[in-house]
């Protein structure tokens, strides 16, 4: 069992206009960000930054038509790497020199290349927002969200939803929502806490119940993959934090030139088949785990050391001594231990890829 952030993160640190109160209200948002939104394949030699007048540190992009287009924080980032310049330096300098070092960059330093850029207008001045390359795989969080709403309804009613406080229902506000979405990416929590699947000896030898609920992640300007986590947990708190975490897997995807296909031959049929499995195949493959001796300390010994570390085996061993009193014994009490030892790992990229782990443990039982 471990704890995951990743909702919690995004509550911390969204601003008002980026939280959204149902699924509805999130894909009105996405349909006008599409809808306004032009992509184009042009040269680096077509791309010229130029300084606003009257702002010190501004800059927009002229192209190849002469167009001038402001430049959002994201892509600006993106601009400089391309121009082999830091950003985090660019922006310290007067908007004329930094101006400057992107032109030199894109029109002498790199050899003539193609780069893929997003335009958004929506009645105002356009806005670049992204500069990626030319076979960048857009998905669009339009196409994400609305195969969220065709199968989970508002996300607010219904089976899989907002999830509640310390799993009672509440009030869904901005306040307390886990839908988010800006220019940037978006974040969707759902989990259905009305179907609990019922756990015998939980924790130590105690019974328990746990809840599905499943992430979706994206960006359309290539600040992040693509992606969904599915995973069973005890109860989320107002923090948003999920609490007791088993089993989580994830499918994450590039944005490569296949991305947009993968989400309909990978992604979207695996959400769909995990939204309406049964209970009854949870509780089998915790039951399955549970009964799936490993054998004797040696047995577990190898079967451990297949999987982590000679280290990471002995700290798993202690967390599931520590959590439950007894040594591991089967692919349950594995997992368990793994998830254990996860909590303690600082590092987000080290806890889930153990977290993930655990769940393919429980899948050998299977």
Partial sequence: MTTLMQASHQWATRPSDQRFVSLPEMLEFARNARANSRAKCLSTRGLTAVPVEGDAKALMVVGPNGGAVNVTHWAFGQLAQRAEAPAGYLRELPAPVAADCINYGLQFKRNIEDLGVLVYQNGGPAELRAVTGPNYGRVWNETIIDALCNRFGDGVNGTFKVPGEFGEAVEITKANTTLFASDRDMFVFLADESHRIEVPNRRNGQAGELSRGFFVWNSEVGSSTFGVACFLFDYVCCNRIVWGAQGYEEIKIRHTS????????????????????????????????????????????????????????????????????RPIETLWDAATGVTAYARGIGYQDARVALEREAGRIIDVAA
């Fill in 258 to 325: 296949s991305a947009p296909d993968r989400w309909i031959e990978e992604v979207a049929p695996a959400l769909e088949s995990y939204a309406s499995s049964s209970s009854a195949s949870v509780v089998k493959a915790i039951t399955d785990a549970r009964n799936n001796r490993i054998g004797d300390a040696d047995a577990v010994n190898k079967f451990l050391l297949a999987r982590f570390s000679k280290s990471q085996v002995g700290a798993i061993k202690a967390a599931h001594m520590s959590d439950e009193g």
